[in-house]
């Protein structure tokens, strides 16, 4: 076992860090998924630190119980879509915030934002249930505040709130105590689910050193093995002290600066002032409570059911292949056959028919025609009948999934 792997003796403790290793291991699971964060600073050396192995790295991650820090957090996100009178904005991605009687302080439409182009945020944690995110911009903040059984999300801009009520904290609490069936249990068990997910697709090492806002960092690299990926390299820059990710990076394969790059410039492991987590609406402020909006729309909160995606036209789920180079296919409902031929349909407003044919290339194959629409990282081919396939995956390798579907 690698020197960072102590397991404990009793079965609760071993539950309740169980609970804990899940944040910093997602982290990870996460940015060798294709979603990745990088570094928004130039190093500023490269520190002396002891030699570890990638499994010793990935297994100090595991085991890292960070529940308390603050800081600036600096994010920037180039997938290289053209700007085509906003269509790639509010038009494509994100809709009119009042769409649906939202409020512009809903989370679930207001994050999107950060999808694109480059943004400031603060963030702060103290435990399970106590989080702040603000993203800032020049003249307003927003910031989504998690204390106890309430979220809160005001936009200062509109001076609107969101109020939600998560689970009563006895539920939730006994809820978390308990690791999910077949979650391991120990940093050693987590490192190993991690090295058998990576299997033969993946490559891990260790790429050296860092300084992460003024913090020694060991650097984690993960490559893919396969070809046909998109995906270059992710890096992840962990604290050599606290096994915590303060750096993410992925980088494409054709080259050029980062897709999407995210770290810490600021950071503070002490506990935060409780009287950050403390949120209050102003008179005036517009408070918008969940509840009454799922009321209004149902069909906007949470994730779609099967039998709803199926009405809606989006049946047949498929994954072609594995690992990095998985490919996904499903039926596309009518409306959107003339995607295929760059054509669109009546419901799509002319700049985003625009921006979609700006993306396309024609291609045919055994499978019929179709069009790509391509980005730096993620790729989806449109058949004229009626199928997408989309992936982290090159052109050519979509046309080969297609063919094979």
Known sequence: MAPYASEDSESGTRRRKAVRYAVPVAVVGVAAATIGLVPALASSGDPDLPDITARQLIEKIAKSDTEQLSG????????????????????????????????????????????????TLRVAADGQDKQKLSVLDDTSEYSVIHNGDDVWAYDSRSDEAYH??????????????????????????????????????????????????????????????????????????????TGTPLKF?????????????????????????????????????????????KKKA?????????????????????????????VAELKLPKEAAGLAAGKGSAEMPPDAQKFLNSLGDRVKGDFGSGTVY??????????EDGKAYAGAVTKDALVKAANAG
């Not at 809709?95 to 950060?114: C, F, I, V, Y």
């Not at 600066?257 to 995210?262: E, L």
Request: charged share 25%; aromatic share 4%; proline share 5%.
């Open 72 to 119: 600036t957090v600096k994010i920037n996100t180039d997938l290289g879509l053209p700007s085509v009178g906003g269509a790639a904005g509010g038009g494509m991605m994100g809709g009119d915030e009042h769409e649906g009687g939202r409020s512009s302080a809903d989370p679930q439409s207001k994050l999107t934002e950060l999808a694109t182009g480059s943004h």
């Open 249 to 293: 990076s992925l980088t494409p394969a054709g080259g050029g600066a980062a897709v999407v790059d995210a770290g810490f410039t600021k950071v503070d492991f002490a506990k935060p002032a409780a009287s950050t987590f403390d949120f209050k609406p102003s008179k005036g402020t517009k408070v918008t409570e969940a509840d009454e909006l």
């Open 164 to 241: 939600a009520k998560q689970q009563r904290g006895a539920d939730r609490g006994e809820h978390a105590k308990k690791a999910p069936k077949g979650v391991p249990a120990t940093p050693k068990e987590l490192t190993d689910e991690i090295l058998k997910a990576g299997g033969d697709t993946t490559s891990f090492t260790v790429d050296g050193t860092s300084q992460v806002a003024g913090r020694d960092a060991y650097r984690l690299q993960i490559k893919p093995k396969q070809s046909g990926s998109t995906v270059g390299a992710v890096t992840v820059s962990v604290d050599a002290k």
């Open 374 to 383: 391509s980005t730096r990282l993620v790729n989806v081919l449109v058949t």
């Open 298 to 326: 149902p069909r906007h909160e949470g994730v779609a059911k099967p039998e709803e995606l199926k009405a809606g036209g989006l049946d047949g789920l498929n994954v072609i292949g594995k690992g990095w180079t998985s």
